[in-house]
């Protein structure tokens, strides 16, 4: 169910995962950083889990869905994986593949060295992400890490459950004695379209600080101004008549 083209070999003990999920926050920052380290892949992988569809670029030029990783260079080197899907984490999509897919991704992590995992993602807080701001939650397999990333600006993920790879395949890792941690940045449902750059960035600032990187988010700071106005205006209640007449005792505000 998956065919992995390995461009080049590669050894690290990190692998650092960024895929399409809520607010497609991972994706966003792993794209960033392929972009901004000029970053060439090294190995390709296809699945028949991958929704039955090929993407078009503005050239008309089609491909297979795929997911790319990269090795990034940096004072912890490590392997970066994105890409276009995963398989469907629907409510009515079957388990079977998304577990196959964490196992597929764990025994490549094993087989290159790897020995940290760290998964980008998102997670969802509503309304308070336009109120205020964006931040960080984390969830992690040891408790001396997860100790660390609250040192470094992460609160706690206190219950609930993580979906998709960003969680499964941390979960795998786990019984396999490895260590990781998910970083989530702070999101809302009506970023997904767009994505949200303030969240990547975010997540960015903390995987820089883990694995040695540097990398200016001014870009993504940027982009977040931008949509949050968007996204403010569409959100924001209209004005009201001013020849529309108003209860004279109203102890509530509309």
């Known amino acids: 169910m998956f065919k992995l083209k390995e461009i080049k070999k590669v050894e690290a003990e990190v692998m650092v995962t960024g895929l399409p999920g809520f607010g497609r926050v991972g994706h ?4 960033y950083l392929v972009e901004k380290l000029g970053l060439e892949p090294v190995a390709v992988l296809h699945s028949h889990y991958f929704p039955h569809l090929v993407a078009v670029n503005e050239e008309g030029i089609l491909r297979l869905l795929n997911n790319t990783f990269y090795y990034v260079e940096a004072e912890r080197p490590f392997i970066l994986v994105t890409g276009d899907v995963q ?4 409510p009515n999509a079957s388990p079977e593949p998304h ?11 094993l087989s290159h060295g790897v020995k940290e995992i760290y998964t980008m993602a998102g997670i969802d807080v509503g309304p308070a992400r336009f109120t205020d701001g964006t931040g960080l939650v984390c969830a992690a397999t040891h408790g001396d890490l997860l100790e660390d990333l609250v040192k470094r600006g992460c609160e706690v993920d206190k219950g609930g459950s993580i979906s998709g790879i960003a969680g499964l395949l941390l979960g795998y890792a786990r019984e396999a004695g490895l260590r990781g941690a998910c970083i989530m940045g702070k999101t809302a449902g009506q970023m997904t379209a767009h994505g949200d750059p303030g969240a990547a960035a975010q997540v960015l600032r903390l995987i820089s600080s883990l694995l040695g990187i540097d990398i200016d988010v001014k870009e993504l700071e940027d982009a977040n101004k931008e949509i949050e106005k968007v996204v403010k205006s569409v959100l924001k209640p209209p004005a009201p008549d001013k020849k ?5 005792h109203l ?3 509309i």
């Open 87 to 90: 398989p469907s984490i629907a």
């Open 99 to 109: 577990h196959e897919y964490a196992e597929f991704m764990l025994n490549y992590a």
């Open 28 to 31: 966003v920052a792993a794209n």
């Open 251 to 253: 102890d509530y505000i």
């Open 244 to 248: 529309e007449k108003r209860p004279e």
